[in-house]
């Protein structure tokens, strides 16, 4: 687990960072898309469950998610990992933030019709994962 990596981490005198890295999808659906579109996608989501928890088969369903819920629920994720690592004290950078406000000074960030970061996005990444350590080695 997390807690027992940051513990074998500091038995070695150093700390452990976790850097939240979002998806494309998350940095960008909300500003790429109408809400009225987002929901003519999602009405057209299926979801996939198990009829008997990890044992069941697979069970192909249709599961409408409002724009809100599926916002919710993109954010849901980084709130989950940035409430854990704040319990644990777990040193925690969210790119999510730097990603949002980058992608509007500097333009796209990921390469086109790919979710990996284009040239800009790994030197925004850097830059904001050196500057967080820098303010850890000033606490």
Known sequence: TLVTLNEEVAAQGA?????????????????????????NVLERTVTVTLSKGDQG?????PNYLSYEKFNETTQAQEQ???????EAGIHFLNLTPIFWQGS??????????DPHWNQAGNDVAADAIWDFLQSLSGE
């Open 104 to 113: 509007i000074a500097n333009g796209e960030l990921y390469h086109y019709g």
């Open 57 to 61: 088969t697979l069970q192909w369903e």
């Open 15 to 39: 700390e452990l960072v976790v850097v939240y890295i979002p998806s494309k999808e998350h940095v960008l659906w909300s500003r790429v898309w109408d809400p009225v579109d987002v929901n």
């Open 80 to 86: 989950l990992l940035t409430d854990f690592t704040a």
